[in-house]
């Protein structure tokens, strides 16, 4: 069994109701607007870090990220892009079993089409009355499952 920490929206701030919901992880997913690199580094301190580059992530630590990521979590692949808007490939056609993404401040988890769609929601500032939020992945052989959690 793996467990994936999914984290967005960081914007610069990673609380410490995060990092104590990050342990045990063994990786972590940054789906974007992490606004200040020293997040990456603190939560690379916690699991090996994938991280995709959001709209708002500026200047040239920045450019080091990519705008979408593929990765193998167990038996499964998870395709990672900031904006749902933005996804640039057929999941199904590509055999993707889980979509991450960020942007809305929504924490949401859906299954279209045998994919799983997980939005975390974002773990920074508080936007508007949106919760504060952060998920998990957990792949157990072909078993794919996901949650998001408010914390904050």
């Not at 580094?41 to 705008?67: H, M, Q, S």
């Not at 979590?73 to 993404?101: E, K, N, Q």
């Amino acid at each position: 069994m793996l467990r994936a920490g999914l984290i967005s929206d960081t914007h610069g701030l990673l609380r410490p109701e995060a990092i104590a919901f990050l342990q045990g992880c063994d990786l972590i997913v940054h789906g974007g607007d992490i606004c200040d690199p020293a997040v990456l580094d603190e939560l690379a301190k916690i699991a090996p870090v994938t991280a995709v580059r959001g709209n708002n992530d500026k200047g040239d630590w920045a450019k080091r990220l990519r705008e979408t990521e593929m990765l193998q979590v167990g038996a499964a692949w998870v395709y990672v892009v900031h904006d749902l808007a933005d996804l640039d490939i057929d999941p199904v056609a590509t055999g993707v079993r889980v979509v991450v993404s960020g942007h809305s401040h929504k924490p949401r988890v859906e299954e279209r089409d045998g994919v799983l769609y997980v939005n975390p929601g974002s773990a920074g500032p508080r936007r508007f009355k949106l919760p504060i939020s952060i998920g998990e992945l957990i792949v157990d052989g072909d078993e794919v499952s996901a949650r998001t959690v408010q914390i904050g």
